[in-house]
Structure formats: C-alpha cells, structure tokens
C-alpha cells in the first residue's frame, strides 16, 4: 500500500469515528474470534466520551438472556478502553496474545460462541445494549472467523450488521499479528477513539496532506 492510501485509509477510519462519536459512554462490540487454536474471544469497547462501570452487565450468545456470563469483573471500563472475554483462563489467554497486563480479560466463558452465532451485551438493567447475529453459512459471503477475529468498523458499530465486518489481516488498520498459537487478531485495542475537536484537525492535516502528494 503506497503511503497516499495509508493517508487516505487513516482519514476514512477518522471521518467514520467522527460519525459514530457519541455524547456520552457506549459500548460496543469490536471483534470477535470463534474457535481458534488458542480459544475463542470476544471484544468490547467504550466508544463514548466517558467512563462505563459494568458492575452487573452481563454477556451471552444466541440465547440471549441476561445475567449469563457475568461482565462485572471489568469494574470501571475507560473512554476507549477494549475488554476482552474468553474461554481460556484470563492468563492464558494474555500470555498467547502477549498481553499487557493493563488489558482487561475475563476468562472462563462457558455459554461459547458457534461457527454461527449471536453475541448480546446487557447492562445492569438487564437491557440489549449491543447485539451482533453472523455465520457464513447464515449471511453467505461474510466471514468464518475460525482462527481469524473479524473487527466492526467504525461506521458499523452497534449496526448489526454482519456484512460490514472486515475479516483481520497482519499489520492491518486494527493492529493484527498472528499470536503463539497461529491465531490472527487483535484483541485488547481497537482503533483510537480521539475527542471530536481532535478528529477535525487531525481530519483536516490529513486532506491536506493527501491533496499535496496527489499534487
């Protein structure tokens, strides 16, 4: 990828954030892995402007009731702050993904996602906060995320809508790498949420710069 299409690519991501950015706190599905060789995970982030405590939110799959699996071991989740949950235990799961131990992760996940699913976050009032239905042979075309996380662009968020995830790619926009067991993801981290007046200017240098090289 030349270094115009890098330039090109970062201000997409950056306009679809200033689209999306809320008002307040939101959290939203990010990325999720079925299967894989070192167990499945799913992510979450704060998208919002301000801190999410998740005492009594809770996680669970096509079932969807709440209290399932219990998400109040993330305490208080940060603007921009991803969380994972997984089926490993939580140190096993850090040490494949060579994760900081800043990185929030609940391990244990018993109620486990299928090649064809549905992941549903509830908050501490047992209400549908983010949902997101996929499966290849249920949305032909989409992706099989057996051992390869898929993301949820910017512009998607909280769409559920399986047909605009983006299947990970080594040193791809969301920073995936193949972990210790030859799983490709990027769990932990998602894009940068920068304030609004930040996405402006820095939206602005970017047009600027891109018209420059195209000159």
Avoid: C, Q
């Amino acid at each position: 990828m030349t270094r115009s299409n890098l330039t090109l690519t970062a201000l997409t991501v950056l306009i679809a954030f200033a689209a999306v950015s809320p008002a307040h706190a939101v959290m939203r599905i990010t990325e999720w892995m079925y299967k894989g060789a070192g167990g499945e995970f799913m992510e979450f982030t704060n998208v919002g402007d301000s801190a999410i405590d998740m005492t009594g939110w809770s996680y669970d799959d096509e079932s969807a009731s709440p209290g399932v699996f219990d998400l109040s071991g993330f305490g208080i989740v940060a603007a921009g702050e991803s969380v994972v949950i997984t089926e490993d235990s939580a140190a096993t799961f850090r040490a494949a993904w060579n994760l900081d131990a800043s990185v929030k992760v609940l391990g244990g996940v018993s109620n486990n996602i299928g090649r064809g699913d549905t992941i549903n976050i509830f908050d501490n009032s047992d209400s549908l906060v983010d949902t997101l239905t996929y499966g290849d042979d249920d949305f032909p075309g989409t992706p099989r995320t057996d051992g390869v996380s898929a993301n949820i662009p910017p512009n998607a968020l909280g769409a559920d809508d399986v047909y605009s995830v983006v299947v990970s790619t080594p040193g791809d926009i969301y920073g995936s790498f193949v972990n210790n067991n030859g799983d490709l993801g990027n769990p932990g981290s998602y894009v940068p949420v920068p304030e609004p007046a930040s996405i402006a200017a820095l939206a602005g240098g970017l047009l600027v710069l891109a018209r420059r090289r195209r000159a």
